[in-house]
């Protein structure tokens, strides 16, 4: 243990999430749940855990306290060996501001890195949907030499315009950090691919600290990471791209090798779920091997009766099927079906409770939400609008926490 490298994990879960209303009105973007009995952030901290990097500082600001909740009850990890997952909520040391930016974020709670003392500073995101040993881009980020390097993931160029765009050349070097480009570069190995940025950066201490004091100095600066660091390192010629897709994770299949959503709109946050429920899934939540931990659900095993059925969907403990028929669906703990019920392609977080003989097609229930006997939700868009449900590009319709949809 004494050769290896020390290492600081900072994952920013302070974002509003806005894109993701209502879902966010009354949590912060990575306390949304997911995949039934998970929460956003739980994907992020399982890579880091299960990868061995178990100092880890959650920068919290937004509507934090279910965030805070889960990560103080569940990421318990043992203090006789120095490992902790701890929420730092704004702290304001720098005066009576909150955090300007992900870059001020980081800045303004430099406290952290003099007093871990860390050779190397991982940040993450706390918000999408993926798996990776993040030991692995360590490596890579070391046997490189540069001061920072940047998680890429390769997309389709004729869809990389709504990136931002990674164009390096074949010694991963990092010529040109773009934002949302018009025309993005090809990669030399496959021109009609690009480099999308993950969001996910790992820093040589000293390098990092240098880069975010110039960049407080900047009066004019977003203060961001993807927006101002990392362009300042590209600039310098101290940035490195790391392909996602050479990452090699226990138990991933060929299907969900290097899987990776931005679940950072409604229509992602639904596809991302379907991608969890096919016989062969697109991303699988079931690999042992590489696990994502979560709090226990204290709850007994899901219960069908009266002819209750489900076909490829996932069913939380707690959940009672009374003679309704689930499809395609992703139920969070205690959700309740009852008789002649149809729930078809939708997301139901905890509580929700779907009347006899109603209907939920292509649609995310929030938390406590009550769809009355014979109710409709997702069947007539328009009507669903005008009962001031939200309705996705994509047509999904979102009923937001704890309201009672009655027949029409």
């Given at each position: 243990?004494?050769?290896?490298?020390?290492v600081?994990?900072?994952?920013?879960?302070?974002?509003?999430?806005?894109?993701l209303?209502?879902?966010?009105?009354?949590?912060?973007?990575?306390?949304?749940?997911?995949?039934?009995?998970?929460?956003?952030?739980?994907?992020?901290?399982?890579?880091l855990?299960?990868?061995?990097?178990?100092?880890?500082?959650?920068?919290?600001?937004y509507?934090?306290?279910?965030?805070?909740?889960?990560?103080?009850?569940t990421?318990?990890m043992?203090?006789?060996?120095?490992n902790?997952?701890?929420?730092?909520?704004?702290?304001?040391?720098?005066?009576?501001?909150?955090?300007?930016?992900?870059?001020?974020?980081?800045?303004?709670?430099?406290?952290?890195?003099?007093?871990?003392?860390?050779?190397?500073?991982?940040?993450?995101?706390?918000?999408?949907?993926?798996?990776?040993?993040?030991?692995?881009?360590?490596?890579?980020?070391?046997?490189?030499?540069?001061?920072?390097?940047?998680?890429?993931?390769?997309?389709?160029?004729?869809?990389?315009?709504?990136?931002?765009?990674?164009?390096a050349g074949?010694?991963?070097?990092?010529?040109?950090?773009?934002?949302?480009?018009?025309?993005?570069?090809?990669l030399?190995?496959?021109?009609?691919?690009?480099f999308?940025?993950?969001?996910?950066?790992?820093?040589?201490?000293?390098?990092?600290?240098?880069?975010?004091a110039?960049?407080?100095?900047?009066?004019?600066?977003?203060?961001?990471?993807?927006?101002?660091?990392?362009?300042?390192?590209?600039?310098?010629?101290e940035?490195?791209?790391?392909?996602?897709?050479?990452?090699?994770?226990?138990?991933?299949?060929?299907?969900?090798?290097?899987?990776?959503?931005?679940?950072?709109?409604?229509?992602?946050?639904?596809e991302?779920?379907?991608?969890?429920?096919?016989?062969?899934?697109?991303?699988?939540?079931?690999?042992?091997?590489?696990p994502?931990?979560?709090?226990?659900?204290?709850?007994?095993?899901?219960?069908?009766?009266?002819?209750?059925?489900?076909?490829?969907?996932?069913?939380?403990?707690?959940c009672?099927?009374?003679?309704?028929?689930?499809?395609?669906?992703?139920?969070?703990?205690?959700?309740?079906?009852m008789?002649?019920?149809?729930?078809?392609?939708?997301?139901?977080?905890?509580n929700?409770?779907?009347?006899?003989?109603?209907?939920?097609?292509?649609?995310?229930?929030?938390?406590?939400?009550?769809v009355?006997?014979?109710?409709?939700?997702?069947?007539?868009?328009?009507?669903?609008?005008?009962?001031?449900?939200?309705?996705?590009?994509?047509?999904?319709?979102?009923?937001?926490?704890?309201?009672?949809?009655?027949?029409?």
């Amino acid at each position: 243990m004494a050769g290896h490298p020390k290492v600081l994990a900072i994952v920013l879960a302070g974002g509003e999430g806005k894109r993701l209303m209502p879902l966010t009105g009354d949590r912060a973007k990575p306390a949304v749940p997911f995949g039934g009995t998970y929460r956003l952030i739980d994907f992020v901290l399982s890579n880091l855990v299960n990868a061995d990097m178990r100092q880890i500082a959650v920068l919290t600001q937004y509507k934090s306290h279910s965030l805070d909740r889960h990560i103080s009850l569940t990421w318990r990890m043992s203090t006789l060996l120095g490992n902790y997952v701890t929420p730092v909520p704004a702290q304001q040391r720098l005066g009576p501001r909150w955090y300007q930016g992900s870059a001020d974020a980081i800045y303004q709670s430099l406290n952290l890195i003099n007093d871990e003392h860390p050779d190397f500073v991982v940040v993450f995101g706390a918000d999408n949907i993926y798996r990776m040993d993040v030991s692995q881009m360590l490596d890579a980020h070391i046997a490189g030499g540069l001061g920072c390097t940047v998680a890429g993931i390769r997309v389709p160029r004729s869809q990389a315009s709504s990136f931002g765009v990674i164009d390096a050349g074949e010694d991963a070097k990092i010529d040109a950090f773009l934002e949302k480009p018009a025309d993005p570069p090809g990669l030399s190995d496959d021109p009609e691919s690009s480099f999308a940025s993950m969001g996910n950066y790992i820093f040589t201490t000293d390098a990092l600290i240098d880069a975010l004091a110039a960049d407080a100095e900047i009066e004019n600066s977003r203060h961001d990471m993807g927006g101002d660091i990392i362009p300042s390192f590209v600039e310098r010629g101290e940035a490195q791209v790391y392909d996602f897709t050479v990452n090699s994770v226990p138990g991933t299949t060929d299907r969900d090798r290097a899987y990776w959503r931005d679940v950072g709109t409604i229509d992602a946050y639904h596809e991302a779920h379907m991608d969890l429920v096919s016989v062969d899934p697109v991303f699988n939540l079931y690999n042992l091997d590489w696990p994502i931990w979560t709090y226990p659900v204290q709850m007994p095993g899901a219960k069908f009766t009266l002819d209750g059925r489900s076909t490829d969907s996932i069913v939380s403990p707690g959940c009672i099927v009374s003679g309704g028929v689930i499809d395609d669906s992703v139920l969070s703990p205690n959700v309740r079906v009852m008789e002649d019920a149809e729930v078809d392609q939708s997301v139901l977080l905890s509580n929700a409770w779907v009347g006899r003989k109603a209907v939920v097609r292509r649609a995310i229930l929030d938390k406590n939400v009550v769809v009355e006997e014979g109710a409709e939700v997702g069947v007539d868009q328009e009507a669903d609008r005008a009962r001031g449900f939200t309705l996705s590009d994509g047509g999904i319709t979102v009923v937001g926490k704890g309201v009672v949809v009655k027949k029409a």
